[in-house]
C-alpha cells in the first residue's frame, strides 16, 4: 500500500468515524419526544419521499425567484453524490474502483455529465452569495456565518475538481478530455507548468478535493445544513393528511399537559427542528410577522432546536434542564407574546418545503401555559369564564340563541324526521351582523326542500377558540357534552356556515369515536344549484366583487372552488381575486382564538387584508365565514370606507338571487 493511499485511509477512516459520533449525538436527541406513529402507509410515504425532494416541488411552487437556484443546486448535489462517492472510493481502492475502467462510451458520458454539473454547481453558489450580499431576503439572517461556510465549502470542491482535472488534461493523461469541456478550458492556465509540476499540482488538488469533502461531510451535523440529512426522512414522515385538528391528549389527573419542556414535544416535533432550511417561506407568509408581530415561525422553529441542543444532553442524562422553553428572552427559549399571536392560519405548513408543521407546536405550548400555569392574557379570563358558564364567548344567556328566527318559522331537530341538523354556532347566533347571514341560508334551505332543524338554546359552542387557545380541560367538557346530545337526539348529518365550527366538528370531534357527516354551506349550495334545487337569477346592485378564502374553509380543509362556482352560478361571472387567494390567501386576523384578544403590537392583521381589498377597488367584499366578516366590517369602518364597500356571505348573496 502506499503511503498516501495508507494516510488518505487514516483521514477517510477519522473523517467517517466522527461524522458517525456528531450525527449519533444530534439524533439520540430526536428520540427524547414523546411517541407517535409516523409510519402507516408506507408506500405513500416512500412516495412522498421521492417525489417532493427529488422533484422540488416546494422550492420552485411558490413563485420564489431563487427557489429554482436552490433546486439547481440540489440536482447538482445528487449527481456529484455519484462523483464524490466514486473519488473517495478510488482514493482508498485505486487498483480496484474508477470510472476510467469503464468502457469509453460510459466513462466519457459521465465525465462530460460531471464537468458540466460542476460548472452549474458553481455558478448556483455564486449566483446564492450574490443573493445574500446584494438581495438579503427580508425574512433569513442572510449574511449568516454558517451559509457561508456552506457556499465555500461547495466552491471548494468544485473549484478542486477542475484543478484535479485540468492538470491530468495538460499532462496528456486524460482520456476523455475532449468530453471534458469546463476543465479543458482550465487546462490551458496550466501550458507552461512542467510535467512535474503538473502531478504536483494534481495531487495537491485532490487532496484538497478531499479535505474540503470530509469537512463539509464533519460540518453538517453542527449547522443549519443538517436539513440535508434530514429533509428526505421528513418527506417520508409528514403528515399524510391536513393538519387541521390538534392531537388529543387523555387529560387524567396528575398528567403534564402541552409542551413546557421540549422533551415533551413529540419525536417529529423535534425532527422538524433539525429539517428546518431557514428559507423563510413560514415567515414570508405569517400574517402576525407581516404586520410587525414577535412571532416568526422560523424562528419559533430555530428555539426549539437550540433549547433541544442545550437541554437534550441534560434530559437524557436524567439531569435538569437549565434553559426554559417558555418564558426566556434569549436565544432557545420561546417569548409568551411570541405564542399567543399566532392565528393557526396555516400558511406556514403550507409552504414549508420540508413539511414542518409549526402552529401545532405553538398550541401544544398554549396548553401548557393554560392548563399547568394558567398563564395568558387577561383578556381570556373573560372568555374562559364565559365558556364554562354558557358556554358563549360573550356569556349571553342561552335563550338568545334563536332570536335570529324570530321572521321564520324553524323547527327543532327531531330523530328520524329531520336529515339535518342546522349547526347555526356562536356568531350565527348571537352577533348581530351575522344573524343575517344566519337567517340568509335558513331561507335558502327552505327554498330548496332540504329537511333541517336547529337545538335551539340547547346549542353549546363547538369548542374550536378553546382547543386552539391551549384550554382542553374545557374544550373537551364541552366536545363530550355535545356529542351525548348528538348520540341522543340522533344527530348525523349537521350544516355549518362557519367554517370554524365546520373543522372542529368534522376533524377535531373525530378523535372522540362520533361519526358525524359534516357539510360547509358553500358545499351544500353549491350542491343545491349543481341539482337544480335553487333557481337564480342574477344578484344586482353588487357591483365590482372581491372574494376573500377563509383559512379554516381553504387551506385547512381544501374548500376552494366550491363557493367560486355558486358565486358564478348567483352573479354571472367569477369574482375578483386579491393578489393572496387560494392556498396563498392571507388570515383575516381572528383564527387561533384571537378574535377574542387585543392587538398590542403592530398593525392589525385585518387592516392588512382590509387594504389588500381594497387595491381591487370593490363595491362589494365576499366572505363565507363569521369570524372573516366582523374582521371586514371592523377593517372598513376604520378604512372610512364602509360607506361604498359592502361586505356579505356567499348565503346573502345567493338569496339575492333567489326567484
Known sequence: MLPSIMLFAVVFVAAIALFGWSCFKRFRLVALGRAE???DNVGKRIWSMLLYPFTQLCTITWRYPFGFNHAVLFWCFIVLLIANAEFLLNGLFPAYISISYLPDGA?????????IVSIIALLAVLLAVIRR?????ANIVARSRDAFVILSLIAGLMIAFFGMHASHIAHGTERAAAYMPVSSLVAGWFSGVSAEGLVVSAGVFWWIHAIVLLSFLNYLPYSKHIHILTAIPSCFVRSLEKINSQTREEFKKGNVFGVGQVERFTWKDLLDSYSCTECGRCSDVCPATFTGKPLNPRLVIHDIKANLLKNGPLVASNREAVLPLIGGDVEGSISEEVIWECTTCGACVEVCPVFIE???????????LVEMHARFPEEL???FENMEQRSNPWGIAPAERTKWAAEIDVKPFEAGKTEYL?????????????????????????????????LGKDELCCGDSLRRLGNEFVFERIVKENIKMFTERGVNKIISHCPHCYSTLKNDYDQYDVELE??????????LIGEGKLNLDRAEDLGKMVFHDSCYLGRHNDIYEAPRKALVSAIGHAPTEMKRHHKIGFCCGAGGGRMWMKNRVGKRIDMARVEEALKEDPETICVCCPYCMTMFVDGLKDENADDRVQVLDLAEIVVRALK
Open 37 to 39: 406513529n409516523r409510519c
Open 107 to 115: 466513462y466519457f458520458t459521465l465525465a462530460f455529465i460531471f464537468d
Open 133 to 137: 450580499l446584494a438581495f438579503p431576503p
Open 358 to 368: 409549526h402552529f401545532p407546536k405553538i398550541i401544544d405550548m398554549r396548553r401548557d
Open 381 to 383: 379570563l373573560g372568555f
Open 422 to 454: 342546522f349547526f347555526v354556532g356562536c356568531a350565527g347566533a348571537f352577533d348581530a351582523r351575522n344573524r343575517r347571514t344566519t337567517l340568509a341560508l335558513a331561507k335558502i334551505l327552505d327554498a330548496a326542500g332540504v329537511s333541517w332543524g336547529i
Open 518 to 527: 359534516v357539510i360547509h354551506h358553500t358545499e351544500l349550495i353549491n350542491n
